[in-house]
């Protein structure tokens, strides 16, 4: 199975747009060593995110916009790929049927349901993306028009500049900064403050549950 090098890019800036936290800031961390920085072996268990991560991702969704709007070719990806990109896009469009508007000046620490929905459909659909390639893709692909990639990269990079204002706002509070200043703060954590049990335990025999809603956590602008 092989596929071009602007495919593998799409691909991986449509993982990365899923595994955006639950207010659409940072990249999610979800194993050891974030940033291979051994100061933060505990983020990931903090549901912790990093907003480098994110800064790295519109990087990559613009340079992917670029190359389609110059050559004006399609994308084709693996149709495990394709779905996982028609999850998202059809989230973001129950995103904006709930008619979510955030108050610049009144940014809740409890992450707005509209936006809890929005991770949850998608961090699921990351998921069933991962357990279905976890052995090996199918070989049956899809082919994304340039009209289709054009839209649906500008709404990405939409989202993800909406999250990093929202991340200045929230992150960058301090001695004289009222989160206008530019000063992009690095991590977040979460905290899962309602859920629901699923009847399930981990190896260790503790209870799993399923999150419904979550409240964010801010540290000082950088860590180490």
Known sequence: FMSSPIAKLFVLAAIKF?????YGMGIEYEANKPGWNDAMNGLAGMIGSGMPETFELLNCIRYVLSVVTKFQEPIV?????????????????????????????QIPYTVPDELFQYWDAVSNARERYRSSTVTHFSGVEKEISVTQAVTMLERWIDQVESGVSRSLLIGSQGDGDNGLSGLSPTYFSFNVTKWTLTGKKNKDGHPLVAPNQMKVGKFPLFLE
């Open 18 to 22: 899923a595994t955006r936290d639950v």
């Open 77 to 105: 990806v693996p149709v495990e790929a394709a779905t996982l990109v028609d999850s998202i896009n059809d989230a973001l469009d129950e995103l904006a049927m709930r008619s979510y508007v955030e108050n610049p000046e």
